[in-house]
């Protein structure tokens, strides 16, 4: 196994966004089939405040690595950013990472973006036996990207690597039983999470929805840095 990318010329989908989205559902189902340690849509509630935190921290890095402290990454940035880190990725996966996690492609990942990126990355890498400590050298940042791929794999009931509205429902509806109102709360929830409104939640919009939950938008600085 290894790099099953070939040169897939398919005609109408160039989108490096589908073969993203393929790896990433591959990647959580695999996860899946190692099991859950969320036992509740409360419990994911809980751990708001730590990821909120976790991905405070986060601008730290951030800020190390925007190294024209223009607000963004761009490319040369992101791939300086991976040398460090010491995340091995070919140019196409650092340009397909680039292009996915740019939603407002303004050819700049912003912090909150930046964050969704990492946890991809965390996601989609996984350690190698012989550094299986920490993938990229943040152990607790890492361990809140952990809590959110457990959190997606809880949600996502049938383990096919989406959370689909009924799964929405069910997760909430196993915890607050018999409460009219948690319907009405998951369906919103849901809606917030379903960015292309296709009907399914994918790993990556599900981690957008998150750092607008936890608070984490671009609302500290906010010059555009045309560049
Ligand atoms: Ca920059
Ligand atoms: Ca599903
Ligand atoms: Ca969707």
Request: hydrophobic letters at 35%; proline letters at 3%; aromatic letters at 10%.
């Amino acid at each position: 196994m290894g790099g099953v990318l070939g040169k897939s010329e398919s005609p109408r989908h160039s989108v490096p966004e589908a073969k993203l989205e393929a790896k990433m559902v591959e990647a959580v189902r695999k996860r899946a089939s190692e099991g859950c340690a969320m036992k509740s849509f409360n419990s994911i509630i809980l751990k708001f405040p730590k990821i909120d935190e976790s991905f405070r921290n986060c601008k730290t890095i951030f800020k190390q690595f925007d190294e024209d402290a223009n607000g963004a990454i761009d490319h040369e940035e992101l791939k300086h950013c991976f040398n460090k880190l010491e995340v091995s990725c070919t140019e196409e996966e650092i340009d397909d990472l680039f292009e996915a996690c740019d939603i407002n492609e303004t050819m700049g990942i912003k912090f909150n973006e930046f964050i969704v990126l990492l946890c991809l990355v965390y996601l989609l890498k996984v350690p190698e036996p012989t550094h299986a400590k920490s993938r990229m050298g943040f152990p607790h940042i890492e361990s809140t990207f952990e809590t959110l791929v457990d959190a997606f794999v809880f949600l996502d009931k049938n383990k096919d690597g989406y959370v689909s509205k009924r799964e929405m429902i069910e997760a909430i509806n196993e915890t607050t039983s018999g409460e009219r109102s948690s319907g009405r709360i998951a369906m919103k929830r849901f809606e917030e999470m379903d960015w292309d409104r296709n009907g399914t939640v994918t790993f990556k919009e599900f981690l957008f929805a998150f750092t607008t939950w936890v608070g984490i938008d671009d609302n500290e600085e906010d010059e555009d840095g045309d560049e």
